[in-house]
């Protein structure tokens, strides 16, 4: 399993932007995140934790679902190990805890929380004005 360490969260106005960062600690871990498939997944409070954007590895094609789809994007620079969710023109209801997720052995990602087996701790994004 790879550690992973999200950053970027904050308070920001409706309509602004972010970017969110999904580090892989590679020296705890000794993988690199380019072979993994990642996951951006949110959860607001009450309510179940969502995937939102993904990645494969390999290709880097990316995914978004449909809530999201014309604002959030992924991107990947492998040579800094990092996965960033560019989210623009962030509306009230992205505010959330956004987590990223890592599947190793497998090209393909997923919005299924059960196709990841690495996990961060979090970063909040609150959506305000």
């Known amino acids: 399993q790879l550690q992973l360490v999200e950053s970027g969260g904050g308070l920001v106005q409706p309509g602004r932007s972010l970017r969110l960062s999904c580090v892989a600690s590679?020296?705890?871990?000794?993988?690199?995140?380019?072979?993994?498939?990642v996951g951006w997944f949110r959860q607001a409070p009450g309510k179940e934790r969502e995937g939102v954007a993904c990645?494969?590895?390999?290709?880097?094609?990316?995914f978004q679902v449909d809530s999201v789809e014309g604002r959030f994007t992924v991107s990947r620079d492998n040579v800094n190990n990092t996965v960033y969710l560019h989210m623009n023109n962030l509306e009230p209801e992205d505010a959330a805890v956004y987590y990223c997720?890592?599947?190793?052995?497998?090209?393909?990602?997923?919005?299924?929380?059960?196709?990841?087996?690495?996990w961060g701790q979090g970063t909040q994004v609150t959506v305000s004005s």
């Open positions: 990645i494969n590895a390999v290709d880097d094609r990316t």
């Open positions: 997720a890592a599947r190793g052995a497998s090209y393909r990602c997923s919005f299924s929380r059960s196709w990841y087996d690495s």
């Open positions: 590679e020296s705890a871990s000794g993988y690199s995140l380019y072979r993994h498939a």
